[in-house]
């Protein structure tokens, strides 16, 4: 297996995946993108299948609604 940095910017739907509620963002960051064994699947449509397994290494800024 190998390895690379990569500096990354995610689109996603805070409406879907956390909402307004300050509590439902914290979980968020700290157990879906940040939690030590939290890992996010890369998928590429282009070939059709799994890349790999991204773990996020830090996030720049937390938005609070």
Same mark, same amino acid.
């Given at each position: 297996?190998?390895? @690379?940095? %990569?500096? /990354?910017? $995610?689109? !996603? #739907?805070?409406?879907? %995946? ?5 509590? #439902?963002?914290?979980?968020? !960051?700290?157990?879906? $993108? =940040?939690?030590? #064994?939290?890992? =996010? @699947? $890369? ?7 799994? /890349?790999? /397994? @991204?773990?996020? $290494?830090?996030?720049?800024? /937390?938005?609070?609604?």
């Amino acid at each position: 297996m190998k390895k @690379i940095r %990569m500096e /990354v910017e $995610l689109e !996603y #739907s805070d409406k879907i %995946m956390h909402g307004n509620d300050p509590e #439902s963002i914290a979980w968020f !960051y700290e157990e879906i $993108l =940040l939690h030590p #064994s939290a890992e =996010l @699947i $890369l998928h590429s449509n282009e070939i059709g299948d799994e /890349v790999g /397994v @991204i773990r996020v $290494l830090k996030v720049k800024e /937390v938005p609070m609604e």
